[in-house]
T-cell receptor, first 114, second 109 residues
Framework: TAGITQAPTSQILAAGRSMTLRCTQD?????MYWYRQDLGLGLRLIHY???????GKGEVPDGYSVSRANTDDFPLTLASAVPSQTSVYFC?????????????FGQGTRLTVV | GQNIDQPTEMTATEGAIVQINCTYQ??????LFWYQQHAGEAPTFLSY??LDGLEEKGRFSSFLSRSKGYSYLLLKELQMKDSASYLC??????????WGAGTKLIIKP
């Protein structure tokens, strides 16, 4: 079972370039999330989507955009990368409704902006 | 603001017991999660508490006191493979997860 898949696993990107991080899940979860994880900080929410066709801003949305054309895919785009966007990016998904709706994470994308 | 506090790092001995504390101040409360994250890997779900008390799952237990804004994760019979970071997260009134910075647990033989 694939679960949730991210691509690429790592990338070195020149500052000013654009890039799309891909995320696909096969669990038919309604909710999807993009987080960044930096040393000494907790996971910080960039953008989220509670259902296909809707998106929302998280804690640190500036410089990032997302789309949710269907249930399975939730790409994250950096329009013009800056060095402060160097981080590990995690995509996650969860079912909506019920109590114990834990999030399932992809393996992460390690991005270095130089 | 919303805040989750955990110790940065803890050290324990193989075979022993360790308790990792988490205190939180959030806008509303809709459950508390503990995740395990090995270095270079994704977080994986360990436990969930929404009512006060202790939830036991094998060697791992998690406790919650909503009135104190406090939880702990208890790991028994520690194994070397338990060396990892342990993340505490609270789901707030908007059903968004607020994450602590994580506690790095080092297990020594």
């Amino acid at each position: 079972t694939a679960g949730i898949t991210q691509a690429p696993t790592s990338q070195i990107l020149a500052a000013g370039r654009s890039m799309t991080l891909r995320c696909t899940q096969d669990m038919r979860h309604n909710a999807m999330y993009w987080y960044r994880q930096d040393l000494g900080l907790g996971l910080r929410l960039i953008h989220y989507s509670n259902t296909a066709g809707t998106t929302g801003k998280g804690e640190v949305p500036d410089g990032y955009s997302v789309s949710r054309a269907n249930t399975d895919d939730f790409p994250l785009t950096l329009a013009s990368a800056v060095p402060s966007q160097t981080s590990v990016y995690f995509c996650a998904s969860s079912p909506v409704g019920g109590e114990n709706t834990e999030a399932f994470f992809g393996q992460g994308t390690r991005l270095t902006v130089v | 603001g919303q805040n989750i506090d955990q110790p940065t790092e803890m050290t324990a001995t193989e075979g022993a017991i360790v308790q990792i504390n988490c205190t939180y101040q959030t806008s509303g409360f809709n459950g508390l999660f503990w995740y395990q994250q090995h270095a270079g890997e994704a977080p994986t779900f360990l436990s969930y508490n929404v009512l006060d008390g202790l939830e036991e799952k094998g060697r791992f237990s998690s406790f919650l006191s909503r009135s104190k804004g406090y939880s702990y994760l208890l790991l028994k019979e520690l194994q070397m493979k338990d060396s990892a970071s342990y993340l505490c997260a609270v789901r707030d009134s908007n059903y968004q997860l607020i994450w602590g910075a994580g506690t790095k647990l080092i297990i020594k033989p």
